[in-house]
């Protein structure tokens, strides 16, 4: 993928991310994921029906690599299973870590593929799902 184009992916779901807002329905799973090094910090929700992911929201303050991530992400795994989130999940952790991954599975979330190169960005570009995946973990 263009640099150019992963800057723009970037920056738009920074500017205008995608299901940033709580909600104050009770069938959604709560939790809170924040950085020990950073101002990272992320309310996150989960609403699982039938297996199927329905809908995951988040509100907190975050840089942009923070809050990009976490947009991508819940766009990539909404209306998937568990199990398919989990794998979205662990590709995604594969590619972070520079390990082997199915780059096609990842979609977007493939603008983070040279993130190892800033390892202190790695933090900032796994916090969000990190959470996502923990509350996932809970909804089993």
């Known amino acids: 993928m263009d640099n150019n184009l992963k800057r723009t992916i970037i920056l738009e779901n920074y500017e205008k991310p995608f299901h940033k807002g709580l909600t104050n329905d009770e ?3 709560k939790g809170n994921k924040n950085s020990q090094t950073c101002i990272d910090n992320f309310d996150i929700q989960l609403k699982v029906n039938n297996n199927i992911i329905e809908d995951i929201r988040f509100d907190g303050e975050a840089c942009a690599i923070a809050t990009s991530s976490m947009s991508i992400s819940i766009s990539k795994l909404i209306g998937k299973t568990i199990e398919e989130a989990l794998n979205i999940i662990e590709n995604y952790e594969k590619m972070i870590n520079e390990e082997e991954y199915d780059k096609d ?3 977007e979330l493939i603008v983070y593929e040279d993130i190892y190169k800033q390892p ?3 933090k900032c570009a ?3 799902i990190e959470g996502i995946k923990d509350l996932i973990k809970n909804a089993k």
């Open 27 to 29: 069938s959604y799973i």
């Open 120 to 122: 202190s960005r790695k």
């Open 105 to 107: 599975l990842l979609e």
């Open 126 to 128: 796994t916090l969000g």
